[in-house]
């Protein structure tokens, strides 16, 4: 089977890699080989870490961590000879809503419309978020700076307004550096923890989201937002 261009958008994001993942259970259960997908639930939030959800008007946005993966770049000439250096600056987020009116709701993140896929589930929706997390000196687009933090926005197109929101910082929502690394698993839960805002969308009266009318998403990647392509 050719996947195609299904691989960089829709097996980047959690949610269809764990549905996959549970398709080969099944299968391997019909074989004779039972395996409980809750097993296998420690795994995929240790890949996919959760950043943080936020509540509005009985809505539920939702915040992981979703593969990026980082191009190999040309040849550079260094004082002890040549190198490649590794595109990481790129990185990317899923957003999952629950109770959603596509109707009446648009989700925006600053300020561009997130194009929302259904799920299959009455009022579930996604999208990939990809963006610009740093501007290292050897990039694939040097020229675009660093795009956070994330502000999230729950645009109500009845009222042109946001109801609620919430902002994902990349780094320390303070400018500061980790000097060391976190000594367990508690202490970088709490990092992650701490670069998530429940707050912070955009107050009062508001546009709809750029790209809320043609389509924010590429023809290649429906289910992906790249902020590159309005910076």
């Known amino acids: ?14 949610w269809f890699v764990e549905q996959d993942f549970r398709d080969v259970l ?15 639930a420690p795994h ?32 550079e000439v260094m004082a002890g000879g040549t190198v490649r250096y ?20 648009v989700l925006a993140c600053n300020g561009v419309a ?3 896929s259904p799920t299959g589930t009455e009022g579930e929706h996604l999208a990939g978020i990809r963006f610009n997390a740093w ?12 795009q956070g933090p994330l502000v ?23 400018g500061r550096a980790h000097e060391t690394v976190p000594v367990n698993a508690n202490e970088a839960e709490a990092r992650r923890r701490a670069r998530f805002f429940p707050l912070g969308h955009t107050p009062g009266p ?6 809320a009318a043609e389509g924010s998403a590429g023809r290649e990647h429906p289910r992906t937002l790249d902020l590159r392509r309005f910076a």
């Open 1 to 14: 089977m050719r996947w195609n261009r299904r691989l960089h958008d829709e097996f980047m994001l959690p």
């Open 26 to 40: 099944e299968e391997l259960a019909e074989h004779g080989f039972p395996l409980d997908p809750a097993w296998f």
């Open 44 to 75: 995929i939030a240790f890949r996919f870490p959760r950043i943080g959800s936020v509540s509005v008007r009985g809505m539920e946005l939702e915040l992981r961590h979703a593969l990026e993966p980082w191009h190999v770049l040309g040849e």
């Open 86 to 105: 590794v595109d990481s600056s790129v990185e990317r987020v899923q957003a999952r809503v629950t109770g959603w009116v596509e109707e009446r709701f």
């Open 114 to 116: 997130v194009p929302l």
């Open 135 to 146: 501007q290292p000196p050897s990039a694939l687009h040097p020229t675009i700076g660093a």
């Open 152 to 174: 999230f926005d729950i645009h109500d197109t009845w009222s042109g307004r946001a109801l609620g929101g919430c902002t994902h910082h990349v780094a320390h929502p303070g």
């Open 206 to 211: 508001a546009p709809l989201p750029r790209g």
